[in-house]
């Protein structure tokens, strides 16, 4: 006579399931944070009242929001770095940021250097992205200032 295979099911939970998987799967190796220059921080901005929700979505409420964390950062960052701001459009192109300007309720005005090349450019606050960054300065060098012009009031940072 043949013998017969067992063909018991036996249902799990998914908490058991779950378990099961990760006993049999290697733990993942801690890649611990490497050594160097930190992001400095800033505390993030929050509408204090509901009507101000509006004028929260404004670009001039970006460049003043983008202006005060460039002023904090400025002041956490050693002596051989600065903040820096690259505009990053659509397709990949980068503006090396050198002025920020609020042009309408959602525009903005971005000055800066394409390529090495003088630049401006005017856009909707959304189809730029901006990135902040610590630019380590050379000692020779003068640390360079970002401009913002927000309701008129022209600020160097």
């Known amino acids: 006579m043949a013998s017969r295979k067992d063909t018991t099911t036996v249902a799990l939970g998914p908490d058991e399931m779950i378990a099961r998987i990760r006993s049999t ?4 190796m801690h890649c611990p944070v490497p050594p160097g220059p930190v992001v400095p921080q800033a505390a993030p901005a929050r509408p204090v009242h509901p ?3 509006n004028l929260y979505q404004s670009a001039g409420a970006l460049m003043r929001r983008l202006a ?10 050693p002596d051989d770095a600065q903040p820096a701001i690259l505009a990053i459009l659509h397709g990949g192109v980068q503006i090396n940021v050198t002025l920020l300007a609020e042009e309408s309720f959602h525009g903005i005005r971005i000055e800066g250097t394409l390529n090495g090349a003088p630049c401006m450019l005017l856009a909707h606050q959304s189809s730029v992205q901006l990135l902040c960054y610590v630019a380590k300065v050379a000692a020779e060098a003068p640390r360079r200032t970002i401009g913002f012009i927000i309701d008129g009031e022209t600020r160097e940072i």
Request: no cysteine.
């Open 68 to 77: 005060d964390t460039v002023t904090e950062w400025r002041a956490q960052v």
């Open 25 to 28: 799967q290697p733990s993942p």
């Open 51 to 53: 009507a101000e929700q």
